[in-house]
């Protein structure tokens, strides 16, 4: 969830100016978020807040349930990937697509050699990926924190 006040010893610590690319949020998968009985963990992305400034493009949004975000001032609002780029304005590249990962269930985050996320991101300049493996100088890269060539 990303929030226009983040909790902290201030509660008040502004997320305005995020960036959110390349991303795969998926709330598919029966894996505990630490957000219990909270109407967030019912979609892939939460944007709540009043005139939040981010950008968010290129990213993996999916929910097995068809709504990928919610977004508004209480963010109780679910919404469909064209639905949530109508009203946001965001996420115009994004994709709803279950991103195949080898097995969340066990926390095995990397994609199978068949995911949708492979070679769907954009170069954003980062040398590596959270393996350690070199990522391309130019072209596309994969969605996601493993990169992965088809």
């Not at 001032?73 to 990937?81: E, K, N, P």
Request: proline share 5%; charged share 25%; hydrophobic share 30%.
């Amino acid at each position: 969830m990303i929030d226009d006040e983040i909790e902290g010893s201030d509660n008040k610590t502004p997320c305005n100016g995020w960036v959110i690319k390349n991303n795969i949020f998926d709330s598919s998968e029966n894996i505990d978020t630490g957000i219990m009985n909270h109407p967030i963990r019912k979609v892939a992305l939460g944007i709540r807040g009043k005139d939040i400034n981010y950008i968010s493009d290129n990213n993996l949004l999916h929910n097995r349930d068809g709504y990928v975000a919610s977004f508004g001032d209480d963010a109780g609002t679910l919404y469909s990937l064209p639905d949530y780029q109508k009203v946001s304005g965001q996420d115009k590249n994004s994709i709803d697509v279950s991103p195949q990962f080898i097995d969340a269930s066990k926390g095995n985050f990397e994609l199978l050699p068949s995911s949708p996320a492979i070679n769907k991101g954009i170069n954003l300049g980062f040398q590596t990926d959270l393996s350690g493996n070199t990522l391309p100088k130019i072209g596309p890269v994969t969605m996601g924190a493993f990169f992965k060539e088809k």
